[in-house]
């Protein structure tokens, strides 16, 4: 494994983290965004959004209700959210592995609820608290990851 | 003209038997909270599940109660999306056998319309334009409707959903599920004015809605306090988180009215149920001279009833299911 550390200090600061890890993203990505409720994965999403090329128009919306929310920046983004499904089975049931798409770049907030079902090439991203406002942000591939300078700054 | 209505398109198993556009002869209703409390949100497997188990039932009860049959009804009208799709599958499938079966034309609706115009169609003194409230789980907006099917959204959530702020609130003080009835519960013993969380954008010139400062702060300060939390204090946050929302939703929809000059007022969705909020928007509406129109309790609630009473005026696009299937769209955009 694979790890660096980042920390944010504002809701401003990591999204425009998102901003700079998008400009490293490729078709066919997957994101696994791990943290509490209110750590920023949301935040996190918008600044890959925006990163990717999505117009400022376009809000990026928390999925938690709807599970995905489809983006047409400069390739397709799906953002899945699994706050709401219970089990493995579910996942597979609601359709959603037909998002992790080789022509797409995918992003899965409350990953960690159903880790088995990510692909090899996931990037984990795992948000803490350090403080009111101060975000720690580690962002974790696989030793076998194609393209290890994807995680560094 | 009958129409038999259905709609899925989320935790509420729902059928309806309606008349021209304004008469609601039935309106059955099974909801699935009981299943999904146990799991905290809805579970959309057990939601489609629970569908297919239910649905006969359910548009038997509606055309028993409106003194119907299959054969009297003119028009099929189902719920399109947004939803959830295997739930949307249940009950377009549902329909389409029905089609074939009797022949029967049917045609997809919009969610949300039919909640921005359930409390509209059939109210002979409604002029437009109108300014809806959409405020669910999975949706906040403003819209200026001009007419049935003319509408122009003009404010809409940056984040997260009014609803969804509720669900997750009450999970972070261990209240269960559905959320929202539980912290409104608990509000009640409470003081709203306790606590003064943010109001996200309020202060922006736009018509757009932020929850996702508000659910972060009401996190800090369930963290700041020392545990156990005392019922009261307890009561005083739900209070005060409700009265954030409330407040960011009413100042909003009221200075939208008036920068669009528009003199009508409607509000719709699960939200709209929320007792602090119908009478901040009663209050507010009365003193700046505005003409609010709410729905009854149960058009609140995802229903079948919403869906057929529209239906009427997408009559002409009704299609037998042999010639044209409709395809379930979960993120069924809202056309403008």
């Given amino acids: 494994m ?54 400022k128009a376009t809000p990026v919306t928390s999925p938690t209700f709807t599970l995905v929310n489809e983006y047409r920046a400069a390739m397709p983004v799906y953002h899945i959210d699994l706050y709401r499904i219970a089990s493995d089975e579910e996942f597979y049931f609601s359709g959603l592995d037909e998002f992790l798409k080789d022509d797409a770049v995918t992003i899965i907030e409350w990953a960690n609820k159903h880790a088995d079902v990510l692909p090899d090439r996931t990037l984990f991203i795992t948000i803490t608290f350090g403080g009111r406002l101060r975000r720690n942000i580690r962002i974790s591939c696989d030793e076998g990851y194609h393209d290890k300078q994807k995680i560094v700054f | 003209m009958n129409i038999l209505a259905i709609e899925t398109s989320c935790d509420e198993t729902s059928a309806a038997v309606c008349r021209d556009g304004y008469e609601i002869l039935s309106n059955v209703i099974a909801s699935q909270d009981d299943i999904h409390a146990h799991y905290g949100g809805v579970v959309p497997e057990l939601a489609a599940r629970r569908h297919i188990e239910i649905i006969g039932q359910v548009a038997n009860k509606a055309l028993e109660q409106a003194s119907a049959g299959f054969e009297d009804m003119d028009i099929l009208a189902v719920t399109q999306g947004p939803g959830l799709i295997g739930s949307l599958i249940v009950g377009i499938s549902y329909m389409q056998g029905v089609s074939y079966r009797y022949g029967i034309p049917m045609v997809g609706i919009n969610h949300i319309e039919g909640h921005l115009t359930a409390p509209l169609l059939g109210n002979q003194q409604v002029c437009y334009p109108v300014l809806g409230l959409i405020v669910s789980g999975g949706h906040t907006m403003l819209v200026k409707m001009d007419d049935v099917g003319k509408y122009t959204v003009i404010g809409r959530t940056l984040d997260d959903a009014a609803g969804e702020a509720f669900d997750k609130v009450a999970t972070m003080m261990g209240l ?3 959320g929202g009835p539980l912290v409104s519960k608990l509000a009640q013993k409470g003081d709203p004015n306790a606590i003064r969380f943010p109001r996200g954008l309020l202060r922006s010139q736009s018509f757009d809605f932020s929850f996702s400062g508000l659910k972060t702060a009401v996190l800090y300060k369930l963290k700041s306090e020392s545990h156990p939390i005392p019922e009261q204090r307890q009561a005083d946050i739900a ?31 699960g939200v709209i149920r929320n007792a602090r909020l119908r009478t901040r928007l009663e209050k507010q509406c009365c003193k700046h001279g505005y003409r609010l129109v709410l729905p009854e309790p149960i058009l609140c609630t995802d229903n079948a009833g919403m869906i057929g009473t529209l239906a009427y005026y997408y009559r002409d696009r009704a299609m037998l299911a042999k010639d044209n299937a409709i395809d379930p769209i979960p993120s069924l955009k809202f056309v403008g």
Avoid: H, M
């Fill in chain 2, 176 to 178: 269960g599920y559905p």
């Fill in chain 1, 2 to 55: 694979i790890t660096r550390e980042y920390t944010t200090n504002s809701a401003l600061q990591t999204k425009k983290l998102g901003i700079k890890l998008a400009e490293r993203l490729q078709k066919g990505d997957v994101i696994a965004l791990c943290g509490e409720l209110g750590a920023g994965k949301t935040c996190l999403t918008q600044g890959i959004c925006r990163g990717l090329g999505l117009d």
């Fill in chain 2, 239 to 269: 209070a005060s988180f409700e009265e954030a929302v409330a407040d960011a939703l009413v100042k909003k929809t009221l200075r939208a009215a008036k920068q669009y000059g528009i003199k009508t007022i409607t509000a719709g969705g």
